[in-house]
DNA sequence: TCTGGGGTCCTAGGACCC
DNA sequence: TCTGGGGTCCTAGGACCC
């Protein structure tokens, strides 16, 4: 039960997705932005090779966008979520244990597979590509670190034509002295200053570190991760989704939010979501915080970080019960002792339950009706388009929205938006 | 001068991920 | 002018209990 194991990984998935439907964009500079249209968040190979970083900023790289007319469009998460998931339906023929990792990459089991690992992937990738139309890239390893690692190195290097195989000793031998130790799963920036210090600077350095000298410059997470870096498998497939703990809404406005008023206003359309989110998910919650806070990169502004938890008693996934709660905290939190404008706020939901598994109370009667008002609220919202029944505290000012201004149709998922391909 | 020992639970903060 | 959003896990320290 202890097979290899493959990691896909979509290239570039936003640009890619963006490329599927316009092929105008292939071959061309592009970048996608994050919420807000504040940073780049995906990059093409071409404008990688501009030297845009990941998360840059793109107020600070408009020079450089006109100059190399580099595409910029803003993130369409509707066609990604919905490309993501034709991703993983392709997946479904080859394996039945995987594991959805993130919005573009999948772990599959790869025990039973028969001959060569690397045929395998690469049958894989072609169903992907044929079927979606998304490039990819594969890792195999015997651990799910390995894995990671050897889709790295098929992604960087041209030799393995997309596939490498981290289950043969001498591809490892050959690209672990290659590579820094900040590329491993599970070692952020922090780590790799405190392994530097130890002079441990390439993977392979770190597979051959003690346990115990890990565990004393990390934790027991890169103790961990150097177990599985030699082979030991300690992070498992999780082929079944496990209870989600706590969930959240938070934005940042298009322009600072300076009276209670328009935060509520934000704050109501906030909890709104996280209650649909919930209810999409089947579950309650048991208690809510709202947070807002100015500018962190302005110190030369009124600075200010409030936030207010309640208990939600009886637990909750109502739309109205939630954005009173929510409405509560905002007006508790609200200070004017000084002109702040808030540049994000949000709403996070914990104590989470299965609405089935949720304790019963004294106080519930009415509270059966609310239930099929929620259902007949998220079925005119699915129907028709998010935001088409609101709540009036919500109201229609539209002055904290966010911004995205350079969004492409929702291809796969709105009538509306579907191409037209004339003949 | 001396001031038990051991356990659980909760929270805040750090680090990391995509 | 302009810097995303949504998660997870681990640890240390305090409160509390017997």
């Given at each position: 039960m202890s097979g290899p194991i493959a990691l896909i990984d979509c290239n570039n998935f936003y640009v890619s997705c963006e490329r599927v439907f316009?092929?105008?964009?292939?071959?061309i500079p592009v970048i996608v932005l994050s919420n807000n249209d504040g940073c780049a968040v995906a990059r093409s190979d071409e404008a990688k090779a501009l030297g845009i970083k990941m998360g840059e900023p793109l107020h600070l790289i408009r020079d450089k966008v006109r100059r190399h007319g580099i595409k910029v469009l803003s993130s369409n998460y509707t066609l990604y979520g919905d490309m993501s998931r034709r991703v993983v339906d392709a997946l479904?023929?080859?394996?039945p244990r995987m594991e959805v990792y993130s919005i573009d990459e999948t772990f599959v089991d790869l025990s039973?597979?028969?001959?060569?690992m690397a045929d395998q992937a690469a049958d894989m990738r072609a169903a992907v590509r044929t079927l979606t139309g998304i490039p990819t890239c594969v890792g195999i390893g015997p651990t799910k670190t390995l894995a990671k690692l050897a889709n790295h190195a098929a992604k960087k290097n041209p030799v393995f034509h997309g596939v490498a195989d981290f289950t043969e000793k001498r591809v490892r031998d050959y690209c672990m002295p290659r590579?820094?130790?900040?590329?491993?799963?599970?070692?952020?920036s922090r780590t790799e200053a405190k392994l530097a210090a130890q002079g441990v600077k390439t993977v392979v350095e770190l597979r051959d570190m003690p346990l115990s000298l890990a565990r004393k410059v990390g934790t027991v997470v890169l103790e961990r991760t150097v177990a599985e870096l030699q082979g030991v498998r300690c992070i498992d497939i999780e082929d079944v989704e496990p209870q989600r703990k706590g969930m959240a809404v938070t934005r940042s406005p298009g322009k600072p939010i300076a009276d209670v008023d328009t935060m509520v206003s934000a704050v109501t359309a906030h909890a709104t979501r996280a209650a649909e989110k919930l209810r999409h998910h089947g579950l309650v919650a048991g208690a809510i915080t709202v947070f807002f806070h100015t500018n962190?990169?302005?110190?030369d502004l009124p600075r200010r970080h409030a936030s207010k938890s309640v208990t939600l008693k009886p637990m909750s996934a109502d739309t109205f019960d939630l954005v009173e709660a929510a409405v509560r905290c905002v007006r508790a939190a609200w200070r004017d002792d000084k002109p702040y404008g808030y540049t994000k706020a949000g709403v996070m939901l914990d104590d989470l339950l299965p609405a089935e598994a949720a304790p019963r109370t004294?106080?519930?009667?009415?509270r059966e009706r609310n239930v099929r008002l929620m259902g007949a609220l998220d079925a005119v919202n699915d129907r028709f388009g998010r935001k088409t029944l609101v709540l009036?505290?919500?109201?229609?000012?539209?002055?904290?929205h966010l911004k995205a201004e350079m969004r492409t149709p929702r291809y796969t998922t709105r009538i509306a938006e579907v191409p037209v391909i004339r003949v």
């Open positions: 316009d092929p105008g964009l292939v071959g479904h023929a080859f394996s039973g597979f028969g001959g060569r590579i820094a130790v900040g590329e491993v799963w599970g070692v952020g962190p990169h302005r110190p004294l106080f519930e009667f009415g009036g505290s919500e109201g229609f000012r539209k002055d904290w």
